[in-house]
């Protein structure tokens, strides 16, 4: 079984830090300043078009300078390596012991993702990494083809996790399994819109999920 996890609010408790750099981003360009719900609820998506959702009446220029200063404001407000939701690592050790590949489909930028990867010491625990700048951003499933491609797997042998609307959508629209959690951006009820085969609250919930589907895709 390949787990393709996302990475903010799934993985890593970095929900508050995004909340809090476009905020100060948007305080620098001299924008109306987003409540912390409507930024929750564009993680997941690429920056641009993170920002397009936030200020749909503003011009190009205007957001392209709040992503680079979202940008600069997140990386200067780093406090060090990022902060994994607790289970987290013993999930991903028990899944690779237990022969699933696991990846990674995210909103980040690739110079985002592999900083925070080097910085937890995480780099060798992904078989695939892809990110909104170098394909499609989330809901199209692009990034998910393409990490299919590359393991080699068709879809029936590969399941998405993640906290948001977007990750779910995006596994639907390629007919492919997903697990929503509860304890990122979205709520059981968004989650479940989208059909997947569960919604978990805790990360340690989710090993026995991945055993069970496993198990009736062999069966």
């Known amino acids: 079984m390949l787990v393709i ?35 929750r609820h564009i993680v997941g998506l690429g920056l641009p078009q993170a920002v397009a959702v936030l200020y749909p009446e503003h011009g190009e220029r205007d957001r392209a300078a709040l992503a680079a200063a979202y940008s600069a404001c997140y990386v200067a407000a780093d406090p060090g390596p990022a902060r994994l939701y607790a289970g987290a690592l013993e999930l991903l050790e028990a899944l690779r012991g237990s022969g699933c590949e696991l990846a990674i489909a995210t909103g980040k930028t690739r110079r985002g993702l592999d900083r925070v990867l080097a910085g937890l010491g995480m780099q060798g625990y992904f078989e695939s990494t892809r990110c909104a700048d170098e394909t499609a ?16 797997r068709p879809r029936e042998q590969a399941l998405m996790v993640g906290d948001s609307i977007y990750d779910l959508d995006m596994a639907r629209r390629l007919g492919m399994a997903s697990v929503g959690i509860s304890h990122g951006v979205h709520d059981h009820a968004a989650l479940g819109a989208h059909h997947p085969v569960a919604i978990v609250d805790r990360l340690s919930e989710l090993e026995a999920v991945v055993a069970g589907l496993a198990q009736s895709r062999t069966a």
Do not use: H
């Open 5 to 39: 996890f996302d990475w903010d609010g799934t993985l890593c408790d970095s929900l508050g830090q995004i909340v809090a750099a476009m905020q100060a981003a948007a305080r620098e360009c001299a924008l109306p300043i987003p409540s912390e719900a409507a930024v």
């Open 137 to 152: 951003s989330k809901p199209d499933p692009r990034m998910l083809s393409e990490i299919l491609r590359e393991r080699r």
